[in-house]
């Protein structure tokens, strides 16, 4: 379970190979292929006994999406809101082993703990067995269509890019499986967390608002957004710190910036479109800097935008866990004056529209 493609299924894994070609790294290639077929039977097991007990899609809950680009904050939000225990979210166990979440997972997950990291592998945000997770690593266990799967095979960087993030050139039952398969992780996920309204944090899901309350037409949304100045320096190194990690391929030809720089505009212009006649008690937009500035005023006004309740029944446990990360050192990065003029013309419109300025270089 050294590489999260490790927690596949032998379909998934074959239709990106088909696309991917074979990988350079055959030793930790192999290591994944031998966890994929040992699982299969305790895998098929699972779906036998479980599916007909996990909760219909009908009956779940209207789930909470927290969106906004990699690096704006999502990870910090999503950490707090799930400490009030009133929301069910994806444990780091659900991410490796989405589809045997009631079988090989419980009896493995003492050990699968004692191997997790001690903080994630793109900045210094620690991880512990009830840290919630994005379930993108999940989802590209269960389908081809996921951008990680251009993080692990990355000949086909861009073609796994467009297909997992935007759809493009994808089939309508191609994009109809995704769908299929996301709900069937969402059904496993609530019955996993004991059936509570499940909370969901996905980069990726900020470009499919539409599709997102086309099929869920009561859930609520929460968008964070950050200085893009800031969000592009860090997500150089989220790419060069993903790549370096778990690239199966050679990974020299992967022009990062463009890629920063085109995945933005389009991700946010497409919430943008989406988002703008969204009702103010399903939608909230959230600066990070009024997170991180003031955290409890910030989460009040989420919790009265949305009509969430019990706010003041779990202040004690979002001030509990405010104090435990007090300290916490961020990441810094520095740019320099070509990489600043970049950002002002690549990202003028969103910059423009937010109020934001570029940070003091220093």
């Given amino acids: 379970m050294a590489h999260p493609l490790s927690g596949s299924d032998p379909a998934t894994l074959a239709a990106v190979l088909r696309r991917a070609g074979a990988p350079t790294k055959m030793l930790t290639f192999t290591g994944i292929a031998a966890s994929i077929v040992a699982r299969q039977p305790f895998s098929i097991g699972e779906r036998i006994v479980m599916d007909s007990r996990l909760p219909r899609k009908d009956d779940l809950p209207p789930p909470i999406f927290l969106l906004g680009h990699w690096r704006s904050g999502t990870t910090h939000l999503y950490n707090i809101l799930t400490k009030s225990g009133d929301f069910g979210y994806v444990p780091p166990i659900a991410t490796g082993l989405p589809w045997d979440l009631f079988g090989i997972a419980r009896a493995l997950r003492p050990a699968l703990e004692r191997a997790l990291p001690k903080h994630r592998y793109i900045d210094k945000i620690p991880v512990n067995p009830d840290s919630p997770q994005e379930d993108e690593i999940a989802i590209a266990n269960m389908s081809e269509l996921s951008f990680y799967h251009g993080i692990y095979f990355p000949r086909a960087f861009a073609e796994f890019l467009h297909r997992g993030l935007f759809f493009d050139g994808c089939r309508p039952d191609e994009i109809e499986q995704w769908q299929a398969r996301f709900i069937y992780l969402l059904r496993k996920l609530s019955k996993l967390q004991g059936d509570k309204p499940m909370m969901i944090k996905n980069p990726v899901y900020t470009g499919r608002f539409a599709m997102l309350m086309e099929m869920f037409?009561?859930?609520?949304?929460?968008?964070?957004?950050?200085?893009?100045?800031?969000?592009?320096?860090?997500?150089?190194?989220?790419?060069?710190?993903?790549?370096?990690?778990?690239?199966?391929?050679?990974?020299?030809?992967?022009?990062?910036?463009?890629?920063?720089?085109?995945?933005?505009?389009?991700?946010?212009?497409?919430?943008?479109?989406?988002?703008?006649?969204?009702?103010?008690?399903?939608?909230?937009?959230?600066?990070?800097?009024?997170?991180?500035?003031?955290?409890?005023?910030?989460?009040?006004?989420?919790?009265?935008?949305?009509?969430?309740?019990?706010?003041?029944?779990?202040?004690?446990?979002?001030?509990?866990?405010?104090?435990?990360?007090?300290?916490?050192?961020?990441?810094?990065?520095?740019?320099?004056?070509?990489?600043?003029?970049?950002?002002?013309?690549?990202?003028?419109?969103?910059?423009?529209?937010?109020?934001?300025?570029?940070?003091?270089?220093?």
Avoid: C
């Fill in 217 to 362: 037409p009561s859930a609520k949304f929460v968008h964070i957004h950050r200085n893009p100045y800031d969000v592009f320096v860090s997500m150089r190194n989220f790419y060069r710190k993903l790549l370096q990690e778990f690239a199966l391929q050679d990974y020299g030809h992967v022009d990062i910036d463009e890629t920063i720089f085109s995945v933005y505009d389009r991700m946010m212009r497409n919430l943008e479109r989406d988002a703008a006649d969204a009702s103010p008690n399903r939608y909230v937009e959230l600066r990070y800097d009024d997170l991180d500035a003031d955290p409890m005023a910030a989460i009040d006004e989420v919790y009265r935008r949305l009509a969430l309740p019990g706010f003041e029944a779990a202040r004690p446990k979002f001030e509990a866990y405010l104090a435990s990360v007090k300290t916490f050192e961020k990441n810094r990065f520095t740019y320099d004056e070509t990489d600043a003029a970049k950002v002002a013309d690549r990202m003028a419109h969103f910059i423009d529209k937010w109020g934001y300025t570029a940070p003091d270089r220093r």
